[in-house]
């Protein structure tokens, strides 16, 4: 499978939503909801999947920071103070595949 990137990277606070622009043209966008809810870090996801905490109530988490990790992931801050989720390009262009 290829390696897709963003080209451009925007966070919509009013629509709680993350636009990604993919370097092949694909636009997608990301609830902030669903990102925290499916929170890839060890904290959130245990170290085996039973272990793998189901979040809910988080309608009204948002965004507040976006830092890029290396050149293959972003880790994203929200404010419920909860910043340690490291997204690869390659979960949440495949997230993206799915749907
Ligand atoms: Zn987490």
Redesign the pocket.
């Known amino acids: 499978m290829p390696i897709f990137m963003p080209s451009a990277i925007r966070n919509h606070h009013a629509d709680a939503c993350l636009e990604i622009d993919w370097d092949d043209g694909l636009n997608s966008r990301y609830a902030h909801e669903d990102l925290r809810v499916q ?1 890839p ?1 060890a ?2 996801r245990g170290h085996t999947p039973d272990q793998a905490k189901v979040i809910t109530g988080k309608a009204d988490v948002h965004i507040s920071a976006i830092e890029m990790v290396g050149n293959y992931a972003i880790r994203i801050s929200f404010d419920d103070d ?1 910043d ?2 490291i997204y690869t390009f390659e979960q949440l262009r495949s997230d993206q595949n799915k749907s």
């Open positions: 929170c870090c904290g959130c909860h340690t989720g």
